[in-house]
């Protein structure tokens, strides 16, 4: 009976003694609650980001190599696909010896202008040498009609010079009709020179496209990154725009943190960031924000909520937030793939 009793008085003085140290548990829990949540924000909303390049086909074509396996690490430039070019090899031919005929009748055509520039001089002297002798028949002329007034020729001799004189304007009439229809000639030669001379811009133009497209078969790397999601097999035929395959860059991993907006009161730029990766927990990463999205998620989503439509009930929006790791190794960069979870931890104070 005296021992129930003690055991008794014992568990009445244990039972404050634990309650105390609950309370001061307790209490000093909620202090380092209220300080660490006082000088940081925080959320497990975010994943590792970053920028993914689709590499797209610009020609049609049966692939003929395919010179890397999946999600291998790749550089800026590295050929990655050969198409089978033959079809392309043939057009940039067929457009060269377009390019050469066209040459050719610019070459025949300035040739025709150099022999009708050469039949200029003759016309020219034949119109210098028709009005010389007109000009010596008109003296004639105007002799023998005088001599008519005085009656010293007979009226026969006189027409004879008036018909030679009539003959002679007609005919310096036809050489310069001449030397205006060599010149006419001569124009419209060199209107054609000049109309083939465009007509090689344009053969240039299009044997300059045919390399253009030629090109166009290997397929290289736009970004150093990783290749994912490959969608073509050696002997496929590929149609320009097709997705090919993708390529994760590696040189752009970044951090997407998906913020209340409660919680962006006292964030801005610049403010350093622990950063924790769930696949790596025991690696710290350090970074820093670096901008705040224009919009919330919800407005950027595939049907954005429209609160004038209906009954409105109040939902707390997320603002996404972009950080930047500080010095990230090459190495990491590669190890943080973009959609990998995050948990992020600011110091706003």
Known sequence: MEETVKTKKKSKKIAPIILIVVLVVGAAFGIREYVFFRHYETTDDAQVNGNISPVVARVGGYVEKILFKDNQHVNAGDTLVILDDRDYLIKL?????????????????????????????????????????????????????????????????????????????????????????????VGATREQVTAAKSEIATAQAAVDYAKLQLTYTVITAPVSGVVSQRNIQVGQLVQPGQDMFAIVNDSSIYVTANFKETKLSEMHIGQPVDIHVDAYPDHKFIGEVESFSGATGAKFSLLPPDNATGNYVKVVQRLPVRIKFDSLSEEWMRRLSPGLSVSIKVKVR
């Not at 009708?116 to 010596?136: D, F, G, R, S, Y």
Request: a negative charge.
């Open 93 to 185: 031919e067929q457009t060269e010896a377009s390019l050469e005929s066209v040459k050719t009748q610019v070459g025949v055509s300035q040739s025709h202008v150099g022999s009708m520039q050469a039949n200029v001089p003759p016309a020219q002297a034949n119109v210098a040498a028709i009005q010389a002798n007109l000009w010596k028949i008109n003296q004639d002329y105007v002799r023998y009609k005088n001599l008519l007034e005085g009656q010293a020729i007979t009226q026969s001799q006189f027409d004879g010079i008036k018909a030679e004189k009539e003959a002679a304007e007609a005919q310096l009439a036809a050489a310069k009709t001449q030397v205006a229809a060599v010149n006419k000639q």
